[in-house]
């Protein structure tokens, strides 16, 4: 018990190292002026330094097997807690100081000749940058894959979704790549013969918009005493459970985005608040993992904010807030711009029908990159083929195509799959959810939002890394992740 | 010089963990909504420790020894890094980690009493509080004291002032104390047959009180490519000197003491931003000390713009922007404004005549506390007596009297009279500068504060920790640090 509980203040300790990080991320993205950067860069590689070293202290390692044979005393969650401790020693340690810090500094090159390229469509320049990326990622899934007994891919992946394997994946995608395609051309047939979406005309105000993202966060049961709401170029959840930042980023022509935007982040948000406060700065109080993460975002924002009941409640709100009227502002044409569905080119652009397309192809293409069996010149090609095949778009530019994204130049490779994978999770536990408490979505209808995040907060939220995702997935549904209940959602939401 | 070289490189991860904190602790006065609090305390305390243990590494203490046997291979800036090396060693070995970490509790369980304490004028239950926060003050003086051959008081001083010493302030105040009481007598009758104040009728909105503030610290050479402007309770000046960032408060029904708050951090700012870019994240790089950097904030505030060129330049705009008219808004009645001499029972809120006074009486009694020759339950009594003798006010309560700052509870002491050493220094600054740039005041008349700038970088900002507090005044100004420029700029301002 001794070597256990020092094993909790250690990681205390690389708790609240984690949680500078966090903060000195949000500011640097929200807060910091350009000028910034370089003392900034300076205190965040610092404390990188610091929580590695930490963390792959051998002693640590040593007092890690030594608690787990005494693991017998332990409760449940300390048992997990001392598990994931592993998991975190273990990834820390499979690879030298020397691969961290090659691959820290290609990727950070990588991402700057990225930005560049991307803007000038320019593959050639991107591609040399990229060179060095690929091979130090292939090292690091070698080397893991080595070190955990995985597949390189597996290991990689493993990183943002812990135990996550690609067969499986493989089979939820070839699932969804099955009946996607058609689907698609039946929602588009019908979507056709609807009414057509009447605009909705600005300027709407930054302040305005901020105030109706606040007061919907406010009613989802964002706790604006461990939390904030900002601005940054691309938004994002940060900071510490305690204190969780989001951001957004406003167009004055445009509410819908940025408030559709402020309640993905809020779904994000709400699962870091609802996280085990009795296992705070502990890896087991830690959120699961990036398909559970992104099933909260999405939870919130595709399955309860762009349905029935919620815009129902919001369409008066809207109307007051930003002084519409008409038809354009009624429920039935709000949910047509909520929902509409369009096969484009710019993932972060895409409706929840056409997005698993855009996964599925980065998904495909990054495990032939790894492999080795797509080269690198070769994948603006493989790119506009998928993107034809897969969506039936043309892409013009790379800058549209495989260049729009910086998983890759930020070396994330095995990050792609948890985006579906999330929205997967999502559908079905908001099915589960519905059928386990029928006040959830006459709650919803009423701007109510307390039986749902009471459902969220028992069954998944405050579970933090007690389980695997499918172990919580199957307390809380019933059933392992399937792709049934999100085509199921997908059916109801866009052909009935 | 690897030795030397290899010293750098830990005073670089040090200054990276000593701005990771300062961004922190921005953060947690700016933006961290309270709920952040405990999580907060986590990450700067684990972050203080590894900074404490990097500085108290005996090994570095044998390093820095070894490259001062070398050192006449080293330039002057580099001699005096290696001196400013030592000294930032010697602080912190001086105490044992039992005795920070116990300081460091009681001054944080007693700036928690005292803010209660101090709403309910509450005085035994801050004594209580206090009693502790003095019997380690005391045991860190005589640890110092011992390590550095210097009185207690010097000891501590040393800290914020270094190389500061009572003996040189006694003089320095007991000029001050004798010129003063007949000066505000003076200064009062005179300001008595002037013309009356006339109010200038608010509200003045936040946004235009920011935008006028960020106007101004715009013309003052701020470069917001490396700050930021925000809020707080107490306005400061944190950060980093890549990255400085003032805060202030407004106050809806009057904009003067926002604005002149603003000017008054943006001195703070500008010495920051303008320390040595060759030496940053080097202790030679460094601000020199509490009097110097409140040298700057003072000449900022009081001598430019409090002065009659500044404010005949800023009329107008203040008059446009907040749409204000007649003799109210005339240079005179602005100048009869910011020039206001009162005796008042509150520091922050003194003019600069009457300020030294709150200055001078805290020095003593908290030399008298330190000694023991002033027991805590006597404060109350020496407090409004000195008040009453040195300015001639009655002291309702101690929430008006020796409750109001919170230096003493946070285990400041020594720290005091560096404001009013800055005060002096400012006016001794400001002074040689006019003197040597006839530039400077036109300029300053008509908004260019290029000139005023050039000469500060050069002689004080650019400095860094180069020289010491007086070397650098005998640098810039002729002469060691002295009161005869202080009270020249009195008297010129408030008799003349």
Redesign the interface.
């Known amino acids: 018990m001794k070597t256990y509980k020092a094993l909790e203040q250690t990681f205390?300790?690389i708790?609240?190292?984690n949680?500078?990080l966090a903060?000195?991320g949000w500011?640097q993205s929200a807060?910091?002026?350009?000028?910034?950067a370089?003392?900034?860069a300076?205190?965040m590689?610092?404390?990188s330094v610091?929580r590695h070293d930490w963390l792959t202290d051998p002693a640590l390692g040593e007092r890690i097997a030594r608690a787990e044979t005494e693991a017998g005393k332990l409760s449940d969650w300390q048992q997990a807690n001392l598990r994931e401790m592993q998991r975190q020693w273990s990834h820390a340690t499979a690879l030298t100081p020397a691969l961290v810090d090659a691959r820290s500094r290609a990727t950070a090159a990588c991402e700057m000749v990225w930005r560049k390229a991307r803007a000038d469509s320019d593959f050639k320049a991107f591609a040399k940058a990229f060179r060095p990326v690929l091979d130090l990622t292939r090292e690091v899934a070698a080397a893991k894959a080595d070190a955990f007994g995985l597949s390189p891919y597996d290991a990689l992946l493993d990183e943002y979704e812990p135990g996550g394997r690609a067969a499986r994946i493989d089979k939820l995608f070839a699932e969804l790549g099955g009946f996607l395609p058609g689907f698609i051309d039946k929602a588009m047939a019908k979507q056709a013969k609807a009414p057509a979406i009447l605009p909705l005309d600005g300027p709407f105000a930054t302040e305005t918009q901020r105030a109706v993202g606040l007061r919907f966060m406010k009613a989802l049961g964002f706790?604006?005493?461990?939390?904030?709401l900002d601005v940054s170029l691309h938004p994002f959840t940060g900071?510490?459970?305690?204190?969780v930042r989001l951001t957004t980023r406003y167009e004055e022509a445009d509410f819908t985005k940025a408030l559709m935007g402020v309640l993905h982040e809020t779904g994000h948000a709400l699962y870091e608040l609802g996280l085990p406060k009795a296992w705070?700065?502990q890896p087991v109080g830690e959120a699961r993992g990036m398909a559970l993460h992104e099933s909260q975002s999405l939870l919130v924002e595709m399955q309860v904010c762009r349905g029935d009941e919620f815009l129902g409640w919001a369409a008066p709100i809207l109307r007051k807030a930003f002084g519409g009227s008409g038809p354009a502002w009624e429920e039935p044409n709000l949910r047509r711009v909520y929902t509409r569905v369009r096969p484009g080119l710019i993932r972060v652009d895409a409706d929840e029908v056409t997005y698993p397309a855009h996964v599925i192809l980065r998904y495909r293409l990054e495990q032939a990159l790894l492999a080795g069996d797509l080269a690198i010149a070769d994948l603006p090609d493989a790119w506009n083929d998928g993107m034809s095949s897969l969506l039936g778009v043309e892409v013009p530019d790379d800058r549209h195509g495989c260049l729009q994204d910086i998983h890759w130049p930020a070396g994330s490779i095995g990050y792609f799959p948890t985006y579906t994978l999330g929205a997967m999770a999502a559908a079905q536990l908001f099915a589960a959810a519905k059928a386990q408490d029928a006040a959830i979505l006459p709650g919803i209808g009423k701007g109510d939002f307390r039986p749902l995040l009471r459902w969220l907060r028992s069954n998944v939220h405050g579970r933090g890394s007690l389980l695997t995702t499918d172990e919580l997935l199957q307390a809380a549904t019933g059933k392992p992740l399937g792709a049934a209940a999100f085509k199921a959602h997908l059916k109801a939401r866009y052909l009935s």
Chains 1, 2 share one sequence.
């Open positions: 205390c300790r708790a609240a190292v949680g500078a903060m000195l500011d807060m910091m002026p350009d000028g910034g370089r003392a900034r300076e205190q590689a610092t404390l610091v706790d604006f005493n461990h939390g904030r900071g510490v459970p305690d204190d705070r700065d």
